[in-house]
C-alpha cells in the first residue's frame, strides 16, 4: 500500500548572516492513512519547518515529498490549491492564528468561500455543523476571537482546518498554550476527529508526554535531523539515542515514588548554522568518542525503530 | 467574559469606546458641527458672502453683522461660515487622496517586502527630501491657484507619512500566524492583504488620517494665506486672515475669529484622534 | 510560630477595571516554614501571580486593591510597612524570579554590572567588591566569570534565566518567590535550571514559592503543595499527602487531565467545562459547576476548610475530616 504521505531526504536551508541555517536536513518518513507521526524536539530543532514545508508554506530547498503516491515537490499552482484542500494545519498560538476582525463563522466559513461552488446558506449550514463536531456552541458563532478563551479559539482552528474535509493535517503545537485541563479536551477532541473522519496527523511538539497519547510512531529531531524514529510505545521502552534518553528524562513526572534518575546534559543547543558534518549532538552527549565526528546515519536497531548514532548498541 | 449572541455593529462598538473618553466627544460633537454648517452654509448664512457695502468698511460687531463688517463691508460671520466649506473640504479630500495612496503603496511594500518593498521606500525617501509645504506650493503655483489644485498638492505631499505608518503596521501583521493560515486555505494574495492586512493594520493609519484632516486645514489655510490657494473672493480661513493683515493693527478681532475657527478644527481632530485610537483596539477592550 | 518564615492569612485581592470586578484572591491562608519549598499549583488566572505581587508588594497600582489580610514575614505584617520600610525588604530578604528572563533584562546594560547593581543597591560595599561578588554569583549559577561583561542577547534563554536567578539570589534572599521559572525554557534545559535552583536552595537554604502549572514539577521540587482554583486554596498538604491522596475534585481532575507516560490509557479524562469568568464567580462553590460529585448544597453553601490528615486541609463539604 502506498503511504499517504512520503518524505525523501528533505531539506530546507535558510540564508543567514552567518551562513546557511539548516532547519530541515534530510528527513525521510512515511505516513499511513489514519496514522499519526509524532515530531518532536526542542526549540529550533527544525520540527515546525519540516510541518510547513510539507505543506508548502515554505518551498523545500530539496528533496521530494509525495502524496498518495503523487510528488507533489514541485506543484503548479492548481494542483497546489488541489493540495491544500487535503492538506491543512493547525497552529500553536490559538491568539495570532485568528483573525482578531472576523467573527467565528466568518473564520470557519473562509476556507469554504475561497474554494467556493457553495450559496451562502448552504455554507453558514456548514460551518454550524462544524462548530459542532468541534464542540462549539451555536451561540458564539457572531463573537470576535479576542472574546474567547484559549480552549474555544483552537477549536476554532480546528474547525477552520476541517472545513475542507482534508486527509491530512499537520498539528503544530496545537496544545502547548492551553492549561491542562483545557489541553486534555482538545487532545480528546483531535482523537475523536481522527477515529470519525480517517485522518492522519504531523503531529509537532517538544511535550513527549503529549506526543506517547497520540501518535503511532514517533520521530525525536535535533538540529534539524532525525536523531531517532519508532513506534512510540518502543520508543519509550526502549529509548536507544542519547539524547531521547536525556529529553525522556528530563520531563518533570508528577509522580512522587518513582523518581526517575535524570540525565542531565551540559550546555545549551550549537548552532544550526553551518553545522559540522559529525553528529550534532556530540557537544552536549555524555558518551561522545571519537567516531562521532563521522557523520551518523538512521540505522534499524529492531525492526521499525531507527537510530542515528554510532554508539548506540554501547550504551545499551 | 460574556457572550454577546448578536453582531453587533462595528459602529456601535467604536462607539460605547469612543463614549467614554470625554474629550473625544466633545470633539467629534464639534467637528459634526462643523460639517453641518459647512453643509447648510447658504441657509446659515446671514448674508451672501461676496456683498459688500462701503459704509459699514470695518464696522465693529452690531446686531445685524454680529462679528462686524471687514473693510469691503462685507459680514465677517458669513465669510467665516461660508469659508469653512472651503477649508474643510480642502482638509478631507486632501487626507482622501493622501490616506488611499498611502494604504495602497504602504501595504504592497509591506506585504511583499524584497525588492518591491526597497523600491517603494527609496521613492518615498526622495520625495521626502523636498519639504512637503514647499513641493505643495510648488505645485499649487504650476497647476495655478485654485481650490482644486491645492487639494491635489496637499494630498500628494502628505502620501510618505502614510505609506510609512502603514508599512510599519503592515510589517508586524505581516508575521501573524492567522497570515499563514489564510495562505494554507488557499487564499489569493490580494485577498490576503485586502481581507487580513489592511483591516488589521489601519488601526494606527485612523488616528493619523483623523490627524492629518487637521493637519490639512492648516496647510491649506497656510497655501491659501500665501494666495496659492483659494481666490477671492471666495472666502477661506487662510485666506480671510490674509486680507485681514492690511488692518491688524487697528483691527486684530478680524484675523482673530478665522485663527480661532482653524484652531478648533485642527484640535477638534486631534483630541478625536487621539480617543479613536483607544477605540479602535478591540485588544484594548476592558 | 517562630519557625514560620511567612504566613498569608485571609488574603483578599480584587481588580477594578472600568466596567468589571475581576475577584483574583480570595480568603487564601498559608505558611512557609524556614528552608521549606511549597509549590503553588494552579491553571491560567486562578491567582497564583497576585499572591507572589501581594507578598512582594508590587501589585499593580491603581487597579488591584487589597482587600483584607495580613502577611507576616517574621512576625511582621508587610502589607502595614512604608515603601521605605518595604525597599528593605523586596530584593533584599525576599526576591522574585518572572516567567520571562527577556524582560527581567536590561538589555542595553552588562549582564555582570545588573548583578552588581542588585548587590550594591541593598549593602553598602564599594563598587569593586559589589562586581566580585557579581562574578561570584554567575559562577555559582554555572556561567563562566569572562562572560561577565556580555549584554544580555549574548545569552541563550536558559542563561538569560540563570542570570536571573543570580540577580534574585545575590543578596542571600531568605525567601524566593518564583513565578513559572521554566516554563520559557526547553525541557533539558528546565531540567538543568530546576538542579541548579534545587542545589542552590539547599546550600543557602532558601525558602522557595514556586508557582507552576506543571504537576511534574512539583513532585520533584517541592516539599508542599497548595492548588489553586478561581483565587482560592482548594487543598494543600504535603507533597506525599496531595499526590497519594488528592482529595479535592479538581485536584483529582488535575490529574486526570494529564498525559502519562507510564499510562497506557488511550483517553484523558479532562475536568470538563473551563475556568469560571473571575468577574461572575459561581455562588456556593466556586468548582461545583464543574464537579463530577457535586450536590445541591454545593451551588448554596461555600466550603470551609476541612482538615482531612494533620496538615492536609481541603476545601469541599464533601471532604471527611480526620480521613486518610
Known amino acids: 500500500m502506498t503511504p499517504l504521505l512520503e518524505v525523501r531526504d528533505l531539506k530546507k536551508y535558510f540564508q543567514n548572516k552567518g551562513g546557511m541555517l539548516h532547519a530541515v536536513d534530510g528527513v525521510n518518513f512515511k505516513l499511513e492513512a489514519g496514522q499519526t507521526l509524532g515530531v518532536v524536539g526542542e526549540s529550533g530543532c527544525g520540527k515546525t519547518t519540516l510541518g510547513r514545508t510539507v505543506l508548502h508554506l515554505t518551498e523545500p530547498t530539496s528533496g521530494q515529498i509525495l502524496f498518495e503516491g503523487k510528488d507533489i515537490t514541485n506543484p503548479s499552482k492548481q494542483e497546489l490549491r488541489r493540495l491544500r484542500e487535503q492538506m491543512q494545519i493547525i497552529f500553536q498560538d490559538p491568539f495570532s492564528s485568528l483573525n482578531p476582525r472576523m467573527t467565528v463563522s466568518e473564520a470557519i466559513m473562509e476556507p469554504l468561500l475561497l474554494r467556493g461552488g457553495m450559496k451562502k446558506a448552504e455554507m453558514l449550514d456548514e460551518t454550524r455543523k462544524l462548530m459542532e463536531t468541534v464542540g462549539l456552541a451555536e451561540r458564539f458563532e457572531n463573537t470576535y476571537p479576542h472574546e474567547l478563551d484559549g480552549g474555544r479559539r483552537q477549536r476554532i482552528g480546528i474547525a477552520r482546518a476541517l472545513s475542507l474535509k482534508p486527509k491530512f493535517i499537520v498539528c503544530d503545537e496545537p496544545v502547548s498554550a492551553l492549561d491542562v485541563s483545557i489541553q486534555a479536551q482538545i487532545i480528546n477532541l483531535m482523537l475523536d476527529l481522527q477515529e470519525e473522519m480517517g485522518l492522519s496527523y504531523i503531529f509537532v511538539t517538544h511535550d513527549l508526554s503529549v506526543v506517547k497519547y497520540i501518535s503511532n510512531v514517533i520521530m525525536v529531531m535535533y538540529l534539524g535531523q532525525v536523531v531517532e524514529m519508532a513506534p512510540a510505545d518502543d520508543l519509550f521502552s526502549n529509548t536507544s539515542h542519547p539524547y531521547s534518553k536525556a529529553l525522556l528524562s528530563s520531563i518533570p513526572v508528577p509522580d512522587i515514588h518513582n523518581k526517575k534518575e535524570r540525565i542531565l546534559l551540559h550546555g545549551e543547543i550549537t548552532s544550526p548554522v553551518n553545522p559540522k558534518p559529525g553528529c550534532r549532538f556530540l557537544a552536549r552527549c555524555p558518551y561522545a568518542a571519537e567516531e562521532c565526528n563521522r557523520p551518523q546515519t538512521l540505522e534499524e536497531c529492531s525492526p521499525g525503530h531507527f537510530v542515528a548514532c554510532c554508539k548506540y548498541t554501547e550504551i545499551k | 467574559m460574556k457572550i454577546k449572541s448578536r453582531k453587533k455593529s462595528r459602529l456601535h462598538e467604536i462607539w460605547q469606546q469612543l463614549k467614554k473618553n470625554r474629550l473625544a466627544v466633545v470633539a467629534l460633537f464639534i467637528i459634526i458641527l462643523l460639517i453641518l454648517v459647512a453643509l447648510f452654509a447658504s441657509f446659515i448664512a446671514p448674508y451672501p458672502y461676496s456683498q459688500q457695502n462701503a459704509k459699514l468698511s470695518n464696522a465693529p460687531p452690531s446686531a445685524e453683522h454680529l462679528l462686524g463688517n471687514d473693510k469691503l463691508g462685507r459680514d465677517i460671520l458669513s465669510r467665516l461660515i461660508y469659508g469653512s466649506q472651503q477649508s474643510l473640504s480642502m482638509g478631507v479630500i486632501a487626507v482622501a487622496i493622501a490616506a488611499t495612496l498611502g494604504i495602497l503603496l504602504g501595504a504592497v511594500a509591506g506585504y511583499f517586502g524584497g525588492w518591491v518593498d526597497s523600491l517603494c521606500m527609496r521613492l518615498l525617501d526622495i520625495y521626502q527630501a523636498i519639504p512637503m509645504f514647499l513641493l505643495s506650493v510648488a505645485l499649487a503655483a504650476i497647476m495655478g491657484p485654485s481650490l482644486r489644485n491645492a487639494i491635489i498638492a496637499l494630498g500628494i505631499g502628505t502620501v510618505p507619512g502614510f505609506a510609512r505608518i502603514m508599512r510599519a503596521s503592515v510589517l508586524t501583521v505581516r508575521e501573524k500566524e492567522y497570515i499563514e493560515a489564510a495562505r494554507a486555505i488557499n487564499a489569493g494574495n490580494g485577498r490576503i492583504i485586502v481581507k487580513h492586512i489592511i483591516p488589521n493594520a489601519i488601526g494606527p493609519l485612523i488616528v493619523q488620517i483623523t490627524m492629518g484632516i487637521g493637519g490639512c486645514v492648516l496647510a491649506g489655510s497656510a497655501l491659501s494665506f500665501i494666495g496659492l490657494g483659494v481666490q477671492p473672493p471666495i472666502p477661506e480661513w487662510g485666506a480671510l486672515i490674509s486680507d485681514a493683515r492690511s488692518v491688524m493693527r487697528q483691527y486684530p478681532t478680524q484675523a482673530l475669529y478665522p485663527g480661532i475657527c482653524v484652531m478648533v478644527s485642527v484640535l477638534a481632530c486631534n483630541l478625536l484622534g487621539d480617543g479613536l485610537r483607544d477605540a479602535l483596539d478591540p485588544r484594548l477592550k476592558n | ?324
Do not use: W
Request: net charge negative.
Open chain 3, 1 to 324: 510560630m517562630a519557625d514560620n518564615l511567612l504566613e498569608i492569612r485571609n488574603l483578599a485581592v480584587e481588580y477594578h477595571t472600568d466596567d468589571a470586578q475581576i475577584y483574583a484572591v480570595n480568603n487564601i491562608n498559608l505558611t512557609v516554614r524556614q528552608g521549606e519549598t511549597i509549590g503553588i499549583v494552579g491553571e491560567t488566572g486562578a491567582g497564583k501571580t497576585t499572591i507572589a505581587k501581594s507578598i512582594m508588594r508590587i501589585l499593580p497600582n491603581p487597579q488591584a486593591k487589597l482587600i483584607s489580610g495580613e502577611i507576616f514575614y517574621r512576625d511582621e505584617n508587610i502589607l502595614k510597612l512604608s515603601e521605605k520600610e518595604m525597599r528593605r525588604i523586596r530584593g533584599n530578604k525576599i526576591a522574585m524570579i518572572f516567567q520571562d528572563p527577556m524582560t527581567a533584562l536590561n538589555p542595553i546594560e552588562k549582564v555582570g554590572f545588573q548583578i552588581a547593581e542588585t548587590i550594591k543597591l541593598h549593602n553598602k560595599i564599594s563598587s569593586v567588591e559589589a562586581e566580585k561578588r557579581a562574578c561570584d554569583m554567575l559562577e555559582m549559577v554555572g556561567i563562566p566569570m569572562e562572560r561577565f561583561s556580555e549584554y544580555p542577547h549574548q545569552f541563550s534563554g536558559g542563561m538569560k534565566q540563570r542570570v536571573v536567578i543570580a540577580m534574585a539570589l545575590a543578596c542571600n534572599p531568605e525567601l524566593l518567590l518564583a513565578d513559572e521559572p521554566t516554563t520559557a525554557l526547553d525541557v533539558t534545559i528546565q531540567a538543568q535550571v530546576l538542579d541548579m535552583m534545587r542545589s542552590l536552595k539547599e546550600k543557602l537554604n532558601t525558602s522557595v514559592v514556586l508557582i507552576t502549572h506543571d504537576l511534574g514539577i512539583v513532585a520533584d521540587f517541592c516539599d508542599t503543595v497548595a492548588v489553586t482554583y478561581a483565587g482560592e486554596i482548594v487543598e494543600r498538604g504535603t507533597v506525599e499527602q496531595l499526590f497519594d491522596n488528592p482529595s479535592h475534585p479538581y485536584t483529582l481532575g488535575l490529574f486526570g487531565s494529564l498525559p502519562r507516560l507510564d499510562s497506557t490509557e488511550r483517553r484523558l479524562k479532562p475536568v470538563r467545562g473551563l475556568m469560571p469568568d473571575p468577574t461572575n464567580l459561581p455562588s456556593g462553590c466556586r468548582f461545583h459547576d464543574r464537579c463530577p460529585d457535586a450536590t445541591d448544597k454545593c451551588a448554596e453553601v461555600a466550603p470551609e476548610d476541612v482538615e482531612v490528615a494533620p496538615g492536609h486541609i481541603v476545601k469541599c463539604i464533601n471532604a471527611v475530616g480526620g480521613a486518610v
